[in-house]
Nanobody
Framework: QLQVVESGGGLVQPGGSLRLSCAAS????????IGWFRQAPGKEREGVSC????????HFADSVKGRFTISKDNAWNTVSLHMNSLKPEDTAIYYC??????????????????WGQGTQVTVSS
């Protein structure tokens, strides 16, 4: 059974950093695209970042470019979202999702098949 589980959310002050982790089971992260999405109260789900299968091509939403990075750890079968210079507008529930094998990942939710339950990130002083 394919499954992804997020962890690492919490409360952080503006300008701070957090690392979210997406742990995969039932598949190898190197063979599927992994995306990170977020949803703030009253807003639609937004694609934040993704990393493709094999060569690890990455993409970021304009709102997080230069502040967020994404990486794979094949040894632990996880994908991490490193969030720096956090802003209050980054407050949301963050979701990890797994899609099919692809050479280029995307930030549209419909491209992904398996979703985690989400982890809350709150940026506030």
């Amino acid at each position: 059974q394919l499954q992804v589980v997020e962890s690492g959310g919490g409360l952080v002050q503006p300008g701070g950093s957090l690392r979210l982790s997406c742990a995969a089971s039932g598949f190898t992260v190197d063979y599927r695209a992994i995306g990170w999405f977020r949803q703030a109260p009253g807003k639609e789900r937004e694609g934040v970042s993704c990393i493709s299968s094999s060569d690890g091509e990455t993409h970021f939403a304009d709102s997080v470019k230069g502040r967020f990075t994404i990486s794979k750890d094949n040894a632990w079968n996880t994908v991490s979202l490193h969030m720096n210079s956090l802003k209050p507008e980054d407050t949301a529930i963050y979701y990890c999702a797994a899609g099919p094998w692809t050479v280029s990942c995307g930030l549209r939710a419909r491209e992904y098949d398996y979703w985690g339950q989400g982890t809350q990130v709150t940026v506030s002083s």
